[in-house]
Nanobody, 111 residues
Framework: QLHLVESGGGLVQAGGSLRLSCAAS????????VAWYRQPPGKQREWVAG?????SETYAHAVKGRFSISRDNVTVYLQMNSLKPEDTAVYYC???????WGPGTQVTVSS
């Protein structure tokens, strides 16, 4: 079982930046893809970005060019720039191989 814990959320003004971290309980370097999802208030959870063990990155259209995903052996990061109020959500990391989800971290962007 792989446990994930997100951190780095908070309140930021529109146009600002935040860096989220997803810490894994074990080594995720070998064959473990990780993704970030988010759930805006009153809406369904949606995929934001993903990164493979080979560091191939993919992004949702809404965040492409503003967000950047990266990783090391035990942590996956989500650098979020040029934040907009519509980015307000609880952000989760997910490792599909282990069907693991973190508890989430709140990001609030004020206008």
């Amino acid at each position: 079982q792989l446990h994930l814990v997100e951190s780095g959320g908070g309140l930021v003004q529109a146009g600002g930046s935040l860096r989220l971290s997803c810490a894994a309980s074990g080594n995720i370097e070998n064959g473990v893809a990780v993704a970030w999802y988010r759930q805006p208030p009153g809406k369904q959870r949606e995929w934001v970005a993903g990164i493979t063990s080979g560091r191939s990155e993919t992004y949702a259209h809404a965040v492409k060019g503003r967000f950047s995903i990266s990783r090391d052996n035990v942590t996956v990061y989500l650098q979020m720039n040029s934040l907009k109020p519509e980015d307000t959500a609880v952000y989760y990391c997910h490792a599909p191989t282990f069907n693991s989800w973190g508890p989430g971290t709140q990001v609030t962007v004020s206008s």
